[in-house]
């Protein structure tokens, strides 16, 4: 069946089954590694993106729901709150083996989107369905305190 997406502001229309999963079709239809596959049963949170802006597990999610709605992956994360999470996590070396992290960014950058100062405890809530068998969850943190830092300041005359 022929199913319209909107993925990183590009509207593709692919066939597949409408029931499939919106991760696979992510990753195999549309070739977008980013989002990563962990559990399948949106527990861990490595398959997060945004769907109209909501951090969504696309791993449980059918492409048939997202049809009409904007599916944000890692690659195409271009706002404020998710350049300034992702330039965090650089500064701060948060990734170990990474395998969590596009998740992990893009929950924290829906969570900056909608509170851009969030105490540790909003943080602890918004981030508590990623889970990190690193366990870089402090230096997560403090990234995300970072990142709300500096999209707090103010920016240079003629940015």
Not at 15 to 30: Q, Y
Request: glycine share 10%.
């Amino acid at each position: 069946m022929s199913i319209k997406l909107t993925v990183n502001g590009e509207s593709r229309e692919l066939d597949l089954d409408p029931d499939m999963p919106l991760l696979w079709a992510i990753r195999d239809h549309l070739e977008l590694t980013g989002t990563k596959f962990g559990c399948g049963m949106a527990l861990c949170g490595a398959c997060t993106v945004h769907i109209d802006g909501q951090p969504t597990r696309s791993c449980v999610t059918p492409v048939s729901a997202v049809v009409g709605k904007s599916v944000t992956t890692i690659e195409g994360l271009a706002t404020p709150a998710g350049q300034a999470v992702q330039q965090a996590w650089i500064a701060l070396d948060v990734p170990q083996c990474g395998y969590c992290q596009s998740g992990q960014i893009m929950s924290a950058a829906a969570l900056l989107g909608a509170n851009p100062q969030p105490s540790d405890a909003d943080i602890d809530a918004a981030m508590s369905g990623n889970i990190c068998r690193c366990g870089t969850y402090v230096r997560i943190r403090a990234a995300i305190h970072q990142a709300a830092t500096a999209l707090a300041a103010p920016k240079p005359a003629g940015s």
